[in-house]
């Protein structure tokens, strides 16, 4: 045989095996920050929904075939965030993603699933333009930045009873979309905020605004961000002798919030508002125990990636691997997940949200409070 | 006036910090007329040194505030200083005399580098160090009052000192004499007998040093630290060392002070959310008005 046939018939056998294992496998995109300022989340995602993917194949997978999960790295940026869902798309042929993780990545990559009528289902992104925007293949497992912000102005105004509130955010669609929810509720409780003001991402120093967080005599600091920014900023503002109560959302549900603020002691006291604890859930004891076994600790959003996983597979196989047909199943249908049982409205978000407030205490950890 | 005086501390404590790094990248272009781009990364570098020097004493159980500092100070910045100059000789010194625009290249490679190396080997989680030295001195000023933590009072210190020390070395002892004359003319300073690499190299771990001190200085303050700290931060000193004069060693720190103050007191008086735009714009507008930066001599053209 000479040099061409040979490469031909190499070619010819490349093209046919990976063609085999295409019709093999559902290949599902796990789409997060898995590099970058924020790959702690990514892990967490990753973590979830390859569990649930292991789970689910040892379970003889979806119709008879496996899962097969695909890393999609959007490091938490909107651009790059297009391009991975592109290639998802284009080049691995991917029929459902589980995330994004920053909603400032899920809405634009949402665009592209639906024109290639690929089924998603986000564990983190809480921002209401995700699902407001009226795509019909977009869900997520996790509450809305409103909800969020409605629970976090009511305690503000009926439980601390504060009256010079400042808002804060990262500039981020997370970050502000949230501070913006808890703004707007907090007005129609009738409380002005005395500061409204955002800060850059990425960077230690918050020590002015700080400053002008002293001067406007703020007894609430309300936090719309993540925890990269939130440990040095409650940090300064303790530093500088502010003992404002400091309030933020489900961006700082991460032991890193306490070592990246340097000491316990400067999160005593922080409060978040989250969903009600996922490890909590009596159907997810079991996937509780075998993460803990192997060394996982199922915080932040461990749990809610592996109910995505399970509400991605479980609509697939009612509607025989069509994600098209599975986004419209999803509409009107019940799934059994590891954090209870979940159904959607028409936007394709939870019918229930379950957000409550967390305090953390001196000693690192957070916890429910009883409201 | 309590606030602006405040604002004016932490404008000052922030600038000195800005200096200390701008320093690396205003010798290194003084002397090969090329950014380091890979300087934040240095900086960022120096954090995890500074988080694994104080873990190793707190294992030898050694706990008092002088002993642990000067200990991940030297511990710091010779390690920072090693990594500078293996930085320079695996990816400046191959590249000398080939076009600026292959080094410039090399320096974005060398910070990608060093930013992936560091995320894979250490994680992409957010690490921090524990407070050393709390409290701080109060001064009544009206209503109010302004503070200065003990640490940043120990950051101002350590960086004048630190700025202080590379002043006197640059202009008065013969290795500052070396690497001003490799500076001004490089053919005619190897002639004359000056190891114009070895000057490089020194150049160089000079430069890595400013920064572990002040890797050591900014972890210990604000504790939290990743590997993508060097980012903004180089980004900044960067800045600074535009706007002082790129190339001149006092421009460096005085470009720091000011972007620090212009930072601070834009923030506290009027926006955070403009803050950089404001200190950008600032730079901008120097740089129409003196292109050469502040204290910075207008380049002639050797002939």
Known sequence: ?371 | MDIILQQLVNGLSLGSVYGLIAIGYTMVYGIIGMINFAHGDVYMVSAYVTAIAIAMLSFFGIESFPVVILGTLIFTIFVTGVYGWVIERVAYRPLRGSSRLSILISAIGMSLILQNYVQISQGAKQQGVPTLLSGAIRFDVGDGFVQLTYMKLFILCASFIGMGVLTYIIQKTKLGRMCRATQQDPKMASILGIDTDKIISTVFVIGATMAALAGVLVTLDYGGFDFYVGFIIGIKAFTAAVLGGIGSLPGAMLGGIILGLSEALFAGLISSDYKDVFSFSLLVIILIFRPSGLLGKPEVEKV
Not at chain 1, 132 to 157: E, M, T
Not at chain 1, 261 to 289: H, I, R
Not at chain 1, 311 to 327: G, H, N, R, Y
């Open chain 1, 1 to 371: 045989m000479s040099n061409a046939v040979i490469r031909k018939t190499l070619i010819s056998l490349a093209v046919a095996g990976s063609v085999t294992l295409a019709h093999a496998d559902v290949v599902i995109g796990v789409a997060g920050p898995h590099t970058g300022a924020y790959a702690a989340f990514g892990a967490q995602l990753w973590n979830g929904a390859s569990a649930a993917a292991k789970a689910i194949n040892d379970a003889g997978g979806i119709d008879g075939e496996m899962i097969k999960l695909v890393k999609a790295d959007d490091a938490c940026e909107p651009k790059q965030a297009v391009s991975v869902a592109n290639r998802l798309v284009d080049s691995d042929e991917a029929v459902a993603v589980v995330g994004h993780f920053c909603s400032s990545s899920s809405i634009p990559a949402s665009n592209i699933y639906e024109e290639a009528g690929v089924l998603q289902v986000t564990p983190a992104s809480t921002n209401p333009g995700y699902t407001d925007r009226g795509l019909p293949n977009v869900f997520r497992v996790c509450g809305r930045d409103d909800q969020q912000g409605d629970v976090a102005a009511s305690y503000i105004v009926d439980t601390l009873g504060a009256k010079n509130v400042a808002v804060i955010h990262d500039k981020d669609t997370y970050g502000k979309g949230l501070a913006d929810a808890m703004k707007s509720t907090l007005n129609a409780y009738g409380v002005k905020e005395v500061l409204y003001e955002g800060l850059t991402r990425g960077e230690k120093d918050f020590n002015a605004l700080v400053t002008k967080i002293r001067s406007v005599d703020a007894d609430v600091v309300y936090f719309g961000g993540l925890h990269s920014e939130a440990g040095p900023f409650v940090r300064q503002l303790r530093e500088q002798g502010s003992k404002a109560i400091f309030i933020s959302g489900d961006g700082i549900v991460s032991d890193e919030f306490v070592s990246v603020a340097g000491s316990p002691k400067y999160v005593d006291g922080v409060l978040m508002t989250f969903g009600a604890d996922p490890t909590s859930y009596a159907a997810g004891k079991e996937v509780v125990n075998q993460f803990r076994a192997d060394g996982i600790e199922p915080e932040g959003y461990v749990m809610y990636s592996y109910a995505a996983m399970q509400v991605v597979a479980e609509a697939l196989k009612q509607t025989d691997l069509d994600p098209v047909k599975a986004a419209d199943w999803l509409h009107g249908h019940k799934v059994e997940t590891v954090m209870g049982t979940k159904s959607f409205d028409e936007k394709g978000d939870l019918l229930v949200s379950d957000y409550v407030m967390y305090e953390w205490d001196d000693k690192g950890k957070y916890s429910m409070l009883d409201m």
